[in-house]
């Protein structure tokens, strides 16, 4: 009976070390924004750690069919482990697009765009950390706030930039190209605001 028994700690080892990689993924990212191009080493980078992050990922649904009793809810570690497997995923997925649409420029809004992404994951980071704790309220409900200003802000952004692109971007191409990518770096922000509203139902349930 007791190997059936958890050790809890395990599923919020698990996650910590999750969204790490979802933050390793945002730092990736955010250097190939600045450089404003894609070359092999920054491809296979990202690819390693959407790897490891995927390894971590069937860990966690290994163990949740295996554990009898679980920390939080099943379904929320279960949300929880799919929604930071999806940040690490759509932010590759503006990697390899940039390189299958031969993108050789820096681009201003999507530099912004990287360094929000980079803030939103170290906010999301803080609310799961905080989850090992749930008198950590304080900080996990900071956390996500500021997860969702940055979402907001991301919004903006978003709209100025396509703005910008109809108004002086005469190429259809071009165009197209360039309205996926932002679309795109606005879904992982979308993203992360999923995973914090995941993270407020579980404090309010263990409140």
């Given at each position: 009976?007791?190997?059936?028994?958890?050790?809890?700690?395990?599923?919020?080892?698990?996650?910590?070390?999750?969204?790490?990689?979802?933050?390793?993924a945002a730092k990736?990212?955010?250097?190939?924004?600045?450089?404003?191009?894609?070359?092999?080493?920054?491809?296979?980078?990202?690819?390693?750690?959407?790897?490891?992050?995927?390894?971590?990922?069937?860990?966690?649904?290994?163990?949740?069919?295996?554990?009898?009793i679980?920390?939080?809810?099943?379904?929320?570690?279960?949300?929880?482990?799919?929604?930071?497997?999806?940040?690490?995923?759509?932010?590759?997925?503006?990697?390899?697009r940039m390189?299958?649409?031969?993108?050789d420029?820096i681009?201003?809004?999507?530099?912004?765009?990287?360094?929000?992404?980079e803030?939103?994951?170290?906010s999301?980071?803080?609310?799961?950390?905080?989850?090992?704790?749930?008198?950590?309220v304080?900080?996990?409900?900071?956390?996500?706030?500021e997860?969702?200003r940055?979402?907001?802000?991301?919004?903006?952004?978003?709209?100025?930039?396509?703005?910008?692109?109809?108004?002086?971007?005469?190429?259809?191409?071009?165009?197209i190209?360039?309205?996926?990518?932002?679309?795109?770096a606005?879904?992982?922000?979308?993203?992360?605001?999923?995973?914090?509203?995941?993270?407020?139902?579980?404090v309010?349930?263990?409140?």
């Amino acid at each position: 009976m007791f190997n059936f028994l958890p050790k809890e700690f395990n599923f919020f080892d698990l996650m910590e070390k999750q969204v790490g990689f979802a933050a390793e993924a945002a730092k990736a990212f955010k250097e190939v924004a600045a450089k404003g191009a894609v070359s092999d080493e920054s491809i296979n980078k990202l690819q390693d750690i959407e790897h490891q992050g995927d390894d971590v990922t069937h860990t966690i649904l290994e163990q949740l069919d295996k554990t009898f009793i679980t920390p939080i809810d099943r379904e929320d570690i279960h949300a929880l482990a799919k929604e930071l497997d999806d940040i690490i995923d759509m932010t590759c997925t503006i990697a390899s697009r940039m390189k299958i649409y031969r993108v050789d420029r820096i681009d201003k809004y999507l530099v912004e765009f990287a360094d929000i992404i980079e803030e939103s994951v170290s906010s999301v980071n803080c609310a799961i950390k905080g989850m090992r704790n749930m008198k950590n309220v304080k900080q996990i409900y900071m956390a996500c706030v500021e997860v969702n200003r940055l979402e907001n802000a991301g919004d903006k952004l978003r709209d100025v930039a396509l703005g910008d692109l109809f108004d002086n971007q005469k190429d259809p191409i071009e165009i197209i190209k360039w309205k996926e990518i932002y679309q795109e770096a606005e879904t992982v922000l979308d993203i992360c605001e999923d995973v914090t509203n995941v993270v407020e139902s579980i404090v309010v349930k263990n409140a």
